[in-house]
């Protein structure tokens, strides 16, 4: 990770911490609070070119919700339209956890966690930094930032953070986050106002979502500023630093979203996937630089190489040749060896009449025999290829109801080319969303 620097907003402050890597260890090496009115001085005197955000985005979209258990290349897909038909958002970006597979009604389900937030706030949080010349290498909402310290040994813990104005009480299972809740506080620090939340959001999990917490968390501030004189039906311990983080115990504290930036990873990267390309395109430029400098560095050398080869095998070239080649005996040669293959030019003409491409009707007769069940033909074509084969191309659409059915009905007749020996898949498209299928194949 190198030197890194991690900026969390938090209401009307920002909080920075400093941390860089020594012997496999991460340790903060320095801290700082401003204000925020204060960030764009900070910016343009800060050395650093590049930056971890996190943020508590409020009013973000969080919802429990079930998808059919369809394969992996087709789950994204059908996440992204289910968060797209239930987000009150026009334009966002989201991340979201795969839990428990179930099975509901005699179907197979997996229950989904999704956050969203609007592009139009992450824009402009990374813009603020683009003006000033500096770059965001990734935005971590804050409770998914502080879970990624919680571990995937706590396998149901309720964590307590500091969320603004109020709390933030998020449910961790197993390393992921199941469940978020935002709560109105009177107070700072943990008051027995916060102890009722808190036990509700216990009861909650256990009712509603069938998860027993073994334990809660406080983090951050609210593990040194504990006033609650009421207890809880769940233990209540204090988040401590994971194993590989040296830091000073009150920074820990008082920067403890910050310092959990630490150990985001890109599955909790919220900003806008067309910035992530663009960092990847950035990155892949520059990455491609350096190839072709140490290309050319190596073209140069292997030019050394062969010219210096070139120079000997000049040398040896212009030396008087011993004794003059006898072509009489070359062409003689040639001339008897032609006299065999002519011969055998009869056979090798049935052989390519025997190499031809296949005549049409026949690959219409294997194209019958596919498992077409629920799927429509829009459009068949058939062209010669090259080497002699026919070059097939299906365009259709899929009737079936429900994701899980078309991916079936779709997988049922891709299955089918590889069950006949005839036809071999070259290229093949699902649009799940569409129910739209392209598939190109060849027959022999």
């Not at 620097?5 to 009307?12: I, K, L, Q, R």
């Not at 804050?142 to 990624?148: C, G, V």
Request: charged fraction near 25%; proline fraction near 3%; charge should be positive.
């Amino acid at each position: 990770m190198g030197n890194t620097v991690a900026v969390s907003f938090e209401g009307s402050n920002i909080k920075v911490v400093y941390a860089s890597v020594t012997g496999g260890e991460t340790g903060v090496t320095d801290a700082l609070t401003l204000d925020e009115s204060r960030l764009d001085y900070f910016l343009d005197k800060e050395k650093a070119r590049e930056f971890i955000v996190v943020k508590n985005f409020a009013g973000a979209y969080q919802e429990l919700f079930q998808v059919p258990a369809a394969k992996k290349k087709y789950l994204s897909k059908i996440i992204g339209i289910e968060i797209s038909k239930r987000c009150q958002f026009k334009d966002f970006s989201s991340i979201h956890f795969l839990l428990d597979k179930k099975t509901v009604e005699n179907r197979k389900v997996i229950d989904v966690f999704a956050f969203a937030v609007r592009n139009e706030e992450l824009t402009e949080l990374i813009n603020r930094f683009a003006s000033r010349g500096k770059k965001v290498s990734a935005v971590y909402p804050d409770f998914f930032s502080i879970a990624s310290m919680v571990g995937p040994s706590a396998k149901n813990a309720l964590c307590v953070a500091q969320a603004g104005a109020g709390k933030g009480l998020f449910l961790v299972k197993e390393g992921k986050v199941v469940f978020v809740r935002e709560a109105g506080t009177l107070d700072a620090g943990v008051t027995d106002f916060d102890m009722q939340n808190i036990e509700m959001t216990v009861n909650y999990c256990r009712q509603t979502l069938r998860v027993n917490p073994f334990a809660v968390f406080l983090t951050g501030s609210l593990s040194n500023d504990y006033r609650a004189t009421t207890g809880a039906s769940v233990p209540i311990a204090c988040l401590m630093p994971p194993a590989g983080l040296r830091v000073d115990r009150k920074i820990f504290q008082e920067y403890g979203a910050a310092v959990s930036a630490l150990f985001g990873k890109s599955s909790i990267d919220i900003s806008p996937r067309e910035y992530r390309e663009e960092k990847f395109l950035t990155w892949l430029l520059g990455y491609s630089t350096a190839a072709l400098l140490l290309l050319t560095i190596l073209a140069g050398a292997y030019t050394g190489i062969v010219l210096k080869g070139a120079l000997a095998a000049k040398k040896e070239y212009t030396k008087p040749a011993e004794r003059p080649a006898d072509l009489s005996t070359v062409v003689e040669s040639y001339e008897r060896e032609r006299a065999k293959i002519e011969k055998y030019r009869p056979l090798l003409k049935v052989l390519d009449a025997k190499s031809a491409n296949p005549p049409v009707h026949s690959l219409l007769a294997s194209v019958t025999q596919l498992k077409l069940g629920q799927i429509r033909f829009d459009s068949i074509s058939v062209v010669p290829a090259a080497d002699g084969a026919l070059s097939l191309k299906v365009e259709g659409t899929v009737d079936g109801d429900g994701w899980a059915a078309a991916e079936a009905a779709y997988e049922k007749f891709t299955g089918s080319f590889s069950e006949r020996g005839d036809l071999k898949i070259t290229k093949e498209a699902f649009d799940l969303k569409e129910k739209r299928i392209l598939v190109e194949a060849e027959y022999r």
